[in-house]
Each structure stands twice: as structure tokens, then as C-alpha cells.
T-cell receptor, first 115, second 115 residues
Framework: DGGITQSPKYLFRKEGQNVTLSCEQN?????MYWYRQDPGQGLRLIYY???????QKGDIAEGYSVSREKKESFPLTVTSAQKNPTAFYLC??????????????FGAGSRLTVL | GENVEQHPSTLSVQEGDSAVIKCTYS??????FPWYKQELGKRPQLIID?????GEKKDQRIAVTLNKTAKHFSLHITETQPEDSAVYFC??????????????FGKGTHLIIQP
């Protein structure tokens, strides 16, 4: 299914709870990203990682955390500090340093709803 | 950081007519400009991209033009068909051609093809 698997597809959370979204890729891509999609807002970068054990904040990192312990995996935790977490979350990956660099392959997304 | 503006937010055209979506960017160092198409309920997918060493690129019914002096680029779709109905996102990369620090996306254009 495109080489990137996100789970769960739908998630409901109560206010004050942390939740972790999974992202796994079998494309052997070096770089991985998390974007948030809201209606009329486009795709906004939360975090990205170029290599294992390294990651950088994007434009809207507050209230989120990530880890990159394995090349294939880049989980995103939405913490209780995130003020408005209800959104559609997209994970993506890309080859680093080759022709085709920056071409993103997206997962199918996870829709988080805070009740 | 980079800022990408995209217009219009909604575009309705008759089937068979042409559609044009325009984007401007702020960072003159950007030199990679992709376009992604997101059909309803699906993940974004790359449809065409252009790097700053060329002014125009075509792929069948779609084309992208780039004006680096004016810092704007456009997507052109000719002979539109019902399957072209989707949300289209433009993006710019602040370093271009390498570096996995994430694309900056426009807010998207909802293209509606009227039968």
C-alpha cells in the first residue's frame, strides 16, 4: 500500500491523554516527515528526520514529540500540551541525496479526534 | 522561513476546459517546486515537479511554469476530465535539490470539474 503504513486510521482521544500515531515504511528511505492537514490550511510540517536518532522541529512542533530509533519507523506522539489536536495526520518519506530527493511518498493518514 | 501562497482556493471549470492554479513563494533560495494531487479520502501524490534550472515542464495534459524573477509558478491542466477533480497543493523547498528538511506547502486549491 505505497510502502508507508500509518496506524490507526481513526483514533479518538479524551482531553488530557497522550496518543501515539505509528508510521512504518519499507522503501528504505532515509528521511521521514509528519504533516498535519486541516481544512483550508494545507499541509503543515510538524517534525522531520533525516537519519536514525536525529530529528528536527518543523513549523508547528509544539505539543508533539517524535522518535527515530529505526530507519523504518517514525512514530508521532500527540501530547496533552497540544491545544487543538483534532486533525488529519500524514506521514511521508523521501530518498535523501539522490535524484528524486524531496519527492515525498505519503501514507494514507490517521484521523485524530479529541472528544 | 519559506512562505507559499496559492490561488485560487476553489476553482470550478467545465469539462474539457483548461485550469490554471498559481503559487508564489518568498525565499529566493528555493529551487524545487512540486505539485501534489489529493483525491477525496486519499493520500497526496506527486503529479509533476520542476527545478529552477528550467522554466517549463510538460507531462501529457499537465504542465508547470516557473518564473524565478517574479517568484511564482503555475500548474496548467488542459482538456480537463472528471478524474481531475481533487485538491492540488503546490510546494517549495528552501534549499532545493537535496536536503530533507521538508517542503513548505500552499493551502491547496479545490478543483471541481463540471460535466
Amino acid at each position: 500500500d505505497g510502502g508507508i503504513t500509518q496506524s490507526p486510521k481513526y483514533l479518538f482521544r479524551k482531553e488530557g491523554q497522550n496518543v501515539t500515531l505509528s508510521c512504518e515504511q519499507n522503501l528504505n528511505h532515509d528521511a521521514m516527515y509528519w504533516y498535519r492537514q486541516d481544512p483550508g490550511q494545507g499541509l503543515r510540517l510538524i517534525y522531520y528526520s533525516q537519519i536514525v536518532n536525529d530529528f528536527q522541529k518543523g513549523d508547528i512542533a509544539e505539543g508533539y514529540s517524535v522518535s527515530r530509533e529505526k530507519k523504518e519507523s517514525f512514530p508521532l506522539t500527540v501530547t496533552s500540551a497540544q491545544k487543538n489536536p483534532t486533525a488529519f495526520y500524514l506521514c511521508a518519506s523521501s530518498i535523501e541525496g539522490a535524484r528524486g530527493a524531496n519527492v515525498l511518498t505519503f501514507g494514507a493518514g490517521s484521523r485524530l479526534t479529541v472528544l | 522561513g519559506e512562505n507559499v501562497e496559492q490561488h485560487p482556493s476553489t476553482l470550478s471549470v467545465q469539462e474539457g476546459d483548461s485550469a490554471v492554479i498559481k503559487c508564489t513563494y518568498s525565499d529566493s533560495a528555493s529551487n524545487y517546486f512540486p505539485w501534489y494531487k489529493q483525491e477525496l479520502g486519499k493520500r497526496p501524490q506527486l503529479i509533476i515537479d520542476i527545478r529552477s534550472n528550467v522554466g517549463e515542464k510538460k507531462d501529457q495534459r499537465i504542465a508547470v511554469t516557473l518564473n524565478k524573477t517574479a517568484k511564482h509558478f503555475s500548474l496548467h491542466i488542459t482538456e480537463t476530465q472528471p478524474e481531475d477533480s481533487a485538491v492540488y497543493f503546490c510546494a517549495a523547498h528552501p534549499e532545493g535539490g537535496g536536503g530533507a528538511d521538508g517542503l513548505t506547502f500552499g493551502k491547496g486549491t479545490h478543483l471541481i470539474i463540471q460535466p
